[in-house]
């Protein structure tokens, strides 16, 4: 569900032009890993340090799963999810043959991308020939020299693109767009929703005249409703508060703007967190969407934390979503209950968010402390919704302060 999916898929097949965006030229429709294949054989040389070769291969797919999870050009009316011009994507020649060594290495690596530490979407890994061609991504030539001095396909990748890290073995499924398919309208609940009220949330912050969603809770209410008429009016769209197809590539194409998902200097996104406060607690047996979230922030949390064990994110609270939760609980002084009430659901979206916003951990950046029973004691706490760092909406001026959080002695 770009731009805000929890996880990032493989497309089986993928939508080429062969041209410039705008041109007459036709459309093919390849295999994911054939695309690859072919770029990769038109981009480097098959002679090349098998580390070269993989850091360039990486960044292929990498920057072709960003134009298909942002939909880059579908969001725009056309109707293919990339184009063979350099001048806008990668080098892809219709029909060639692929080079043996690299056809390998790429039904290795075909489900692998790179993304930056702490963000959903796959990096928009630019790269150029470093000779002809400068840019600010990837030197390919630059990368053969690296991997000759002894560089991992990691070190090169990090070489150029920083603090980033590799997805492995990312799910492949039928491509399929993220508009809904029917109109989504004052009343309607549910992900799609809060899709909605995240990009008009961050939207916002650009075009001040959007009225904030104060809460990012997946109901579509009347300020959702207010937001998004706002918006259609701002960007001339027919202005009826529904969410029908045009306005939601409308959002989905400006969002991507606006966070720059499409450029290689990315704010990124982070998984969307939808308040809970007055729900039921989640336990074994429970189903949908609160339980998808829950164990997506375990799965982020494990990565991190052994004791954490790995899950499967189906939306099912089953025995591994609740040994994960055990073993969350015992990790945070919690009550080892298996269950996620308020106090467990605000611990685990506290670390998660600590995660995401790794610099918040930092003590020299971001130092934090509360007291305790009288003791002062480092403690991270992190917002609980996903507006943190929005305009909150009126003016700030001397005299303003924040509510006093009071901790809470378990």
């Known amino acids: 569900m770009p731009p805000v999916s929890p996880i990032p898929y493989i497309p089986q097949r993928i939508t080429v032009h062969l041209g410039p965006p705008d041109s007459s030229a036709a459309n093919v429709t390849v295999n994911f890993v054939d695309y690859v294949k072919n770029v990769a054989s038109s981009e480097i040389y098959p002679t090349w340090e098998e580390s070269a070769l993989r850091a360039n291969i990486l960044a292929i797919i990498s920057f072709a799963l960003n134009r298909v999870y942002t939909e880059f050009y579908r969001s725009r009316g056309y109707d293919f999810d990339i184009t063979s011009s350099t001048a806008y994507d990668q080098f892809f020649v219709n029909g060639r043959s692929f080079f043996s060594n690299v056809a390998q290495l790429v039904d290795e690596l075909f489900n692998d991308y790179i993304r930056r530490q702490g963000v959903v979407e796959p990096l928009a890994a630019k790269f150029c020939n470093g000779t002809t061609v400068t840019c600010e991504g990837l030197s390919q030539w630059g990368s053969q020299n ?137 336990q074994m047996g429970d189903r949908g969407i609160k339980v998808e979230h829950l164990q997506y922030m375990l799965s982020v949390l494990g990565a991190y934390i052994p004791e954490i064990p790995p899950l499967t994110i189906d939306g099912i609270f089953g025995s591994a979503t609740r040994n994960a939760v055990l073993a969350a609980q015992r990790r945070f002084g919690l009550p080892q209950t298996g269950v996620v009430d308020f106090d467990t659901w605000n611990e685990i979206y506290d670390q998660f968010s600590g995660i995401e916003t790794t610099s918040f951990r930092n003590p020299e950046e971001f130092p934090y402390t509360s007291t305790v029973l009288g003791n002062t004691v480092p403690r991270a706490r992190y917002s609980q919704t996903s507006t943190m760092t929005q305009f909150p909406g009126n003016d700030l001026s001397a005299g303003n302060q924040d509510a006093v959080r009071k901790e809470v002695v378990r």
């Open 146 to 282: 690296l991997a000759q001095q002894g560089y991992s396909s990691v070190q090169i990748l990090r070489s150029y693109y920083g603090n980033i890290e590799i997805v492995n073995n990312a799910p492949v499924q039928n491509a399929t767009t993220s508009y809904p398919g029917r109109p989504i309208r004052r009343g309607f609940t549910g992900p799609s929703v809060v899709v909605i009220q995240t990009e008009l949330n961050r939207i916002s912050q650009n075009y001040p005249a959007i009225p904030k969603i104060s809460t990012v809770d997946g109901i579509f209410g009347a300020q959702t409703e207010a937001a998004v008429r706002k918006f259609q009016e701002i960007f001339g769209l027919d202005v009826d508060g529904i969410v029908g197809q045009a306005t939601w590539y409308a959002l989905v194409r400006i969002y991507t703007a606006v966070v720059g998902l499409s450029e290689l200097r990315s704010q990124g996104v982070r998984y969307y967190g939808i308040s809970w406060a007055n729900t039921n607690p989640i």
